[in-house]
């Protein structure tokens, strides 16, 4: 159980909170509280129930079972504008604002000055200047339209934007991640001030040295369920990341073949691009399955559309079976072997509406084309041997694609990569969202394909996974590879406390430790 | 300040074209023009753009709120025709009456005389409202596309038109078409004020056409409040990012019912204005087509863009006159009038490819198909 905190002085309370999401378990049975004057952090992995625990008290979504009491009086919120008008405001990890209009505009959105009934553009411009100011950030002119500002700046605004509705609990969701070091440090001093008038903060951050420096008290959870609260100090770091481990069930992996130094498939020098990706130097053989770990978003992701020719402006060295290879877009990188599994099926990787059939075969109808024109004799052996070979459950062939489950529909996508014979592999997170039963028979095939000498790439959330299936794991953090995991090294621990960058080691001296 | 200026300027950047486009094209047809820089010409210009400059700012509205209205079209042929059961001025009322499935229906007599002229205009501005609000609603509520929902009731107005007026009549009071597509002077000659207006301060704005007095009343009276209103700022929020928008607790739907409620009223003044020029109610079918297809043209090169969140319906009350002088280069140059298709299609493509210039900064070409 939890620790309980005397109920008296807790500004928010919730008891038995639970969520569920299409079957899904987010959140079950959690209590918790904090405090005004307190600034608590909320700690866990990827998936462990913390947005959705910040999205229930902000009112974004509403909970299936539980009961929630603020200041004292029970709540429960409809809408965002509700949980507002309550007091409590959330700075959210996808940002809220409306590019098009001005940073003025934005951080009075919801209740500008007005006069005769319209809106006072003048006083609705000092009152952004004033914000802009508490947290030190005059240099962001309110005229400025938010798309016109970096991620940084807009960031800034998003905080001067929740601080204007003058919270009594505010939640920062990873408030601080793509701020610059300077204004992390004003930021800092802005919640030392808002702590001091009483305010109730919820800290949600992934940067452990940042939770040790603000943080009064520090929640944990994992699979949807609070594990422990406790005071500052009362843990190590190393307590912390065990307590966010946790104790899972190991899915069933299929045996990694030992191996000699393999064959190289890719090889990336020196690969940059925008404010994302970092100088990144990474091998992948023949045979081999290397993850790619750490925590969401920092540059997974980018790696993988920069070497699938989505992204332009990528400087650096990208060698494919000995061949400097610079693909411009998914089809150049298609026709020198690539294949990617991307993020979203449903947008990215299928056309839901049209057959299965037609999904299979679309990006290998050069390779059963006569001409200008699809052999259909050719193209329905394809069809069949891809059906065969990933064992997709389906009516027919003729069917639309969106009539299968997520995990049939995700072989699909796969299969679909698999026609075009592809030398290098790279998976985004294939396996989100998809059954146990399933989640194995990619596995399987994974390494199937590993061991006809395809080279994978593979990005998972989920640790366990990598672990499983990879020969070797790249974690990756602020868009860094940051260390290179092997072996015996590779276990959930060392993940955790490398995708953390406990120790803030630069890239440079732990990626020459390790090499 | 310079900073601000700078910054307003870049974000303008859509309507200072289209402002300079209009500029240096109108100054060129007065030099070409034998009578150029002369109040009858502007008389006349003025009268060939308002109903489009009208429709222009129809189509802006719901356009910020990134949906297009095909409807604005019919909305303004529907009020035209009932103008012209309306607006006659006969002096003892107009009878009404309905002959639907073989009935004779009265629907009593419409007053006459200068009080039912200003009643005649408020039901008919009301009419043009309430096709918008209904526009609204079915989008809102009925949860479809705005598109094929204006696409619909674009449809339906455009019955309802051909119902009251199956080929092209009705009378639109004399004077008062003399009155609105004239010079201040002949207005106020019409309605006898100023001293029939002679009084001598009068004189040096006399020469002003009516309908341009109207386009800036009814830009300043009606879009520059609704610009600074809440809802108005909500339009644009909903065209920039509805989901931000949502979680910011803006009321989405009372905005998108107001864009298009706004876009009704906006038709509806053209279509009034059109019946008062043409002293006729015409159900004209390939007029209220080539009108909607204008003023998505308009809205474009005006500056607004079509993904909504960005734009002005001032931007597009230029770009409608853009559109406009355009048409008069024709009748003065002696160019076959065949032609104009192609160079309004010319004009559009250019204006639109100085606003798509953006996309050759994306960084992620998968942000391109979002």
């Not at chain 2, 015409?282 to 209220?288: K, L, T, Y």
Request: aromatic fraction near 6%; include cysteine; charge should be neutral.
């Amino acid at each position: 159980m939890p620790d309980a905190i005397p109920s008296q002085s807790a500004f928010l309370t919730l008891s038995g909170i639970s969520k569920r999401y299409a079957g899904v378990r987010a959140l079950e049975g959690v209590d918790f509280a904090c405090e005004r004057g307190k600034i608590h952090a909320v700690l866990g992995e990827n998936g462990a129930g913390k947005s959705t625990l910040i999205k229930i008290i902000a009112g974004v979504v509403q909970p299936d079972t539980g009961t929630m009491r603020l200041d004292g009086r029970d709540v429960s919120f409809a809408t965002p504008s509700a949980a507002n008008a309550a007091g409590v405001v959330c700075i959210f990890q996808e940002l809220s604002l409306m590019p098009d209009l001005s940073v003025a505009d934005n951080i009075s959105i919801a209740s500008p000055p007005r006069r005769f009934g319209l809106i006072d553009a003048r006083a609705q411009r000092r009152r952004a200047e004033q914000l802009l100011a508490e947290i030190g950030c005059e240099d962001v002119n309110p005229l400025m339209r938010v798309r016109d500002l970096p991620l940084s700046r807009r960031q800034v605004v998003e905080i001067a934007k929740a601080l204007g509705k003058k919270p009594q609990l505010l939640i920062l969701d990873e408030a601080t991640s793509a701020l610059t070091s300077a204004d992390v440090e004003k930021v800092y001093a802005m919640l030392a001030r808002l702590k001091a008038e009483g305010v109730a903060i919820l800290y949600i951050s992934h940067r452990m040295h940042e939770v040790e420096a603000l943080a009064d008290r520090a929640s944990v959870f994992r699979n949807g369920r609070h594990i422990e609260t406790f005071d500052k100090g009362k843990r190590s770091t190393a307590d912390i990341v065990q307590l966010m481990i946790g104790r899972d069930i190991a899915a069933q992996y299929p045996p990694k073949p030992a191996r000699e130094t393999p064959k190289p498939v890719l090889d990336i020098e020196n690969l940059s691009w925008d404010r994302h990706l970092h100088q990144i130097s990474l091998r992948v053989g023949a045979g081999e399955i290397v993850g790619l770990g750490g925590l969401d978003g920092q540059g997974q992701k980018s790696l993988l559309l920069a070497l699938f020719g989505v992204l332009r402006g990528v400087s650096g060295q990208i060698t494919v079976e000995g061949r400097e290879v610079r693909p411009a877009s998914p089809a150049a990188a298609k026709s020198v072997g690539i294949a990617l599994v991307p993020e979203d099926r449903k947008t990215e990787g299928l056309m839901l509406p049209m057959s299965i059939a037609d999904n299979l075969v679309i990006a290998s109808l050069d390779a059963i084309s006569k001409g200008p024109l699809v052999d259909r004799a050719r193209e329905n052996e394809a069809i069949k041997r891809a059906i065969a070979r990933l064992q997709i459950k389906i009516g027919a062939p003729g069917d639309a694609v969106s009539t299968l489950s997520g995990g049939n529909q995700q072989k699909v996508v796969l299969a679909k990569w698999l026609m075009t014979d592809p030398k290098l592999i790279l998976l985004n997170d294939p396996t989100r969202g998809i059954d146990v039963g399933t989640k194995q028979e990619l596995y399987r095939l994974m390494r199937e394909l590993a061991d006809q000498g395809a080279a994978i790439l593979f990005y998972s959330t989920d640790y366990d996974e990598l672990i499983g299936c990879c020969n070797r794991v790249a974690i990756m953090y602020d868009g860094r590879i940051v260390r290179e995991l092997e072996g015996d090294d590779l276990t959930e621990t060392n993940i955790i406390a490398s995708a953390l960058n406990i120790d803030g080691a630069t890239p440079e001296s732990s990626g020459a430790a390790h090499a | 300040m310079l900073d601000d200026v700078a910054i307003r300027f870049r974000q303008n950047i859509g309507i200072v074209t289209a402002v300079l486009l209009f500029a240096v094209l109108y100054l060129l047809y007065n030099f070409a023009h034998p009578k150029g820089f002369s109040s009858a010409v502007l008389v006349q210009n003025g009268d060939e753009i308002f109903a489009l400059a009208m429709l222009a700012m129809a189509q802006t509205v719901p356009v910020l709120a990134s949906g297009l209205d095909l409807s604005v079209g019919a909305v303004m042929t529907m009020v035209g025709c009932f103008a012209s059961y309306l607006l006659t001025g006969v002096a003892d009322g107009t009878p009404l009456h309905l002959e639907i499935f073989g009935l004779h229906l009265g629907l009593g007599t419409f007053p006459g005389g200068v009080s039912g002229i200003l009643l005649g205009i408020a039901v008919c501005l009301a009419i043009g409202t309430l096709a918008g609000f209904i526009n609204g609603c079915i989008v809102v509520y009925g949860r479809i596309q705005p598109i094929i929902a204006t696409l619909a009731t674009g449809a339906v107005y455009i019955g309802i038109a051909l119902f009251l007026r199956p080929t092209p009549g009705g009378k639109i009071d004399e004077d008062l078409n003399w009155a609105m597509t004239n010079s201040l002077g002949d207005f106020a000659a019409t309605v006898h004020i100023f001293d029939d207006g002679a009084a001598s301060w009068f004189a040096p704005v006399a020469w002003i056409p009516v309908p341009f007095v109207l386009l800036i009343l009814i830009a300043l009276l009606v879009w520059v409040p609704f610009r600074r209103s809440v809802l108005g700022r909500a339009v644009y929020a909903v065209g920039s990012a509805e989901g931000a928008a949502y979680m910011s607790g803006l009321p989405i739907d009372r905005a998108k019912i107001a864009a298009f409620t706004l876009a009704g009223f906006f038709a509806g003044c053209g279509g009034l204005f059109l019946a008062i020029q043409t002293s006729s109610g015409n159900a004209d079918i390939p007029q209220a087509g080539a009108y909607t297809l204008n003023s998505i043209a308009s809205v474009v090169i005006g500056g607004t863009s079509l993904l909504g969140g960005t734009g002005s319906a001032i931007g597009s009350i230029f770009g409608a006159m853009v559109l406009r002088v355009i048409s008069f280069f024709f009748r003065i140059f002696d160019i076959a009038p065949l032609l104009q298709p192609l160079f309004e299609g010319l004009i559009l493509l250019a204006a639109v490819s100085i606003g798509a210039l953006g996309v050759l900064r994306v960084k992620n070409t998968l942000e391109l198909f979002r």
